[in-house]
C-alpha cells in the first residue's frame, strides 16, 4: 500500500474535482459558465457568472469541496449594466 501513495493522491484530487462540477452543475446554482481542472498540482477554477451572490456561491462550494488543495481562483461577474453611450462604428 504504500508504493501507491502519490498515485492515489491525485486520483483523490480528480474525484474532488469532479465531484466540484456536479455541484456547481446539479446544485441550486446550476452554473455550467465556471470550470475547474488540474494543473501542474493545483486546481485551477475560472468562469464567469452572473451575479456578485453567484460568485461568493460558487467560491463558498469551491472551498468547501476542495480544502486542503492548492486552489486558484478566476470567476468573474459578467457586466450587464446597459451601455451609457451610442456604439461608435467606423
Wanted: charged share 30%; hydrophobic share 35%; aromatic share 2%.
Amino acid at each position: 500500500m504504500t508504493g501507491a501513495g502519490p498515485e492515489r493522491s491525485g486520483e483523490n484530487v480528480e474525484y474532488r474535482v469532479a465531484h466540484l462540477r456536479d455541484r456547481l452543475a446539479a446544485e441550486e446554482l446550476g452554473e455550467l459558465g465556471v470550470r475547474a481542472e488540474v494543473r501542474a498540482g493545483a486546481v485551477v477554477v475560472t468562469g464567469t457568472v452572473p451575479s456578485t451572490q453567484c460568485r461568493d456561491t460558487v467560491l463558498r462550494t469551491v472551498r468547501e469541496e476542495l480544502t486542503g488543495l492548492d486552489v486558484h481562483t478566476d470567476v468573474v461577474v459578467a457586466q450587464t449594466a446597459t451601455p451609457d453611450h451610442a456604439e461608435e462604428l467606423p
